[in-house]
């Protein structure tokens, strides 16, 4: 299985803060990295997906991009909304699509 | 737009079977370009992809090594919904466990909807 690996695991911000997100593949997966966001008691929704597209719908102040095996996730400007949980998924081995271990954004 | 209903109970005893359903509105479980999937949720094991079930030509499986010898995924085209039996479960499969279609448009794929969740807790 390829293995994704985010950092960090949890971060404290404020509203406004820029918030960078990375996740690592053990492998080459090409652009096959989707982002999620979690609240909790639900369900994770798609942010963006083949590594830097923006989900229809999803604000602007997100944006992802990706060197090698390494994919960035960033929030420009932190609003009160943002406070989540957020994964990576990778879909270049499928079906076997595997999730990074999440990074919990909590208010500081 | 698409949308995935979730129902099944939420308690299952252990060595039992747990069963949940999964209706699709706006699009239908015979599409040519998505794949409808199971994948659970828990503290121990984070998200965990367990199987798809699509159509193409003809119908097909997949299911994780973790899981393949209990689970088994089935569409129902008359109702435009795919299901999920996992065998013989114990306190590990304590889970939520949700629905999900997986999209491939132009050489990419992606996870979009998900289903509502349901919180599965194996106990007697």
């Not at chain 1, 639900?42 to 992802?64: D, E, H, K, T």
């Not at chain 2, 737009?1 to 209706?23: D, E, R």
């Not at chain 2, 409808?36 to 090594?65: C, F, H, M």
């Not at chain 2, 569409?75 to 039996?85: A, E, I, V």
């Amino acid at each position: 299985d390829i293995q994704m690996t985010q950092s960090p695991s949890s971060l404290s911000a404020s509203v406004g803060d820029r918030v960078t997100i990375t996740c690592r593949a053990s492998q080459s997966i090409g652009s096959y990295l989707n982002w999620y966001q979690q609240k909790p008691g639900r369900a994770p929704m798609l942010l963006i997906y083949a590594a830097s597209s923006l989900q229809s719908g999803v604000p602007s102040r997100f944006s992802a991009s990706e060197s090698g095996t390494d994919f960035t996730l960033t929030i420009s400007s932190l609003q009160p909304e943002d406070f989540a949980t957020y994964y990576c998924q990778q879909g270049y081995s499928t079906p076997q699509v595997t999730f990074g271990g999440g990074t919990k954004v909590e208010i500081k | 737009q698409v949308q995935l209903q979730q129902s099944g109970p939420g308690l299952v005893k252990p060595s039992q079977t747990l069963s949940l359903t999964c209706a699709i509105s706006g699009d239908s479980v015979s599409s040519n370009s998505a794949t409808w999937n199971w994948i659970r949720q828990s503290p121990s094991r984070g998200l965990e992809w367990l199987g798809r079930t699509y159509y193409r030509s003809k119908w097909y499986n997949d299911y994780a090594v973790s899981v393949k010898s209990r689970i088994t995924i089935n569409p129902d085209t008359s109702r435009n919904h795919f299901s999920l039996q996992l065998n013989s479960v114990t306190p590990e499969d304590t889970a939520v466990y949700y629905c999900a279609r997986i999209i491939s448009v132009a050489g990419t794929n992606w996870i979009d909807p998900w289903g509502q969740g349901t919180l599965v807790t194996v106990s007697s």
